[in-house]
């Protein structure tokens, strides 16, 4: 079975991102899509790194925990909120933390705001950003505004129906490029 790792970005007290990390775990292991795993930020707590993991001299264990988990991951979904038209640097710091690891890795987006926007800009500088690294962008981006009233704390959305047929179409876009990109298992 396909695995796909989650990143929860947000290190803030009172965070509403991990709502939809929740909701795509949930969503992926109750379809039998793959193994799904959330790597929260929070919980790495990781420092500002002056060095990419491959070229420290000790690094963290959960820094190579982190390594080893996108490495092991067919995909990844990445999840950013937006601080003032970027994203937070919490996950740009995860993500440059990187290098080996994200080459032709399949990435797929979610922006999430709790205003009407969804996000939408720091997606563009993530996307750049993984460009560089040299994974595969799946072009689909999955936008939620309102995030407190689109999921509750668990992760449950208000309106199933509808974000299980917007969850479904992103996340069998991102398994479409891992059996295309990665290969057949």
Same mark, same amino acid.
């Given at each position: 079975?396909?695995?796909? !790792?989650?990143?929860?970005?947000?290190? =803030? +007290?009172?965070?509403? @991102?991990?709502?939809?990390?929740?909701? $795509?775990?949930?969503?992926?292991?109750?379809?039998?899509? /793959?193994? !799904? +795993?959330?790597?929260?930020?929070?919980?790495?707590?990781?420092?500002?790194?002056?060095? %990419?993991?491959?070229?420290?001299?000790?690094?963290?264990?959960? !820094?190579?925990?982190?390594? +080893?988990?996108?490495?092991? /991951?067919?995909?990844?979904?990445?999840? @950013?909120?937006?601080?003032?038209?970027?994203?937070? !640097? @919490?996950?740009?710091?995860?993500?440059?933390?990187?290098?080996?690891?994200? %080459?032709?890795?399949?990435? /797929?987006?979610?922006?999430?705001?709790?205003?009407? $926007?969804?996000?939408?800009?720091?997606?563009?500088?993530?996307?750049?950003?993984?460009?560089?690294?040299?994974?595969?962008?799946?072009?689909?981006?999955?936008?939620?505004?309102?995030?407190?009233? /689109?999921?509750?704390?668990?992760?449950?959305?208000?309106?199933?129906?509808?974000?299980?047929? =917007?969850?479904?179409?992103?996340?069998?876009?991102?398994?479409?490029?891992?059996?295309?990109?990665?290969?057949?298992?």
């Amino acid at each position: 079975m396909r695995k796909i !790792a989650i990143i929860s970005p947000s290190v =803030r +007290e009172g965070r509403n @991102s991990h709502r939809a990390a929740l909701y $795509f775990m949930n969503l992926i292991t109750e379809k039998g899509l /793959a193994e !799904a +795993e959330i790597l929260d930020l929070l919980e790495y707590d990781f420092p500002l790194f002056n060095e %990419r993991l491959k070229y420290q001299d000790s690094p963290l264990d959960s !820094a190579k925990d982190f390594a +080893e988990k996108i490495r092991s /991951a067919d995909g990844v979904i990445v999840l @950013s909120v937006e601080y003032n038209g970027a994203p937070p !640097a @919490s996950i740009k710091n995860a993500v440059d933390l990187l290098i080996d690891e994200w %080459r032709r890795k399949p990435v /797929a987006f979610v922006s999430l705001s709790d205003g009407p $926007f969804g996000g939408t800009q720091a997606i563009i500088a993530l996307q750049f950003a993984f460009l560089k690294l040299g994974a595969v962008s799946v072009p689909s981006v999955l936008r939620i505004p309102f995030i407190k009233n /689109a999921f509750d704390i668990n992760g449950d959305p208000e309106d199933k129906e509808t974000w299980d047929k =917007r969850g479904l179409a992103l996340v069998n876009e991102l398994l479409w490029y891992i059996e295309n990109l990665v290969g057949k298992k």
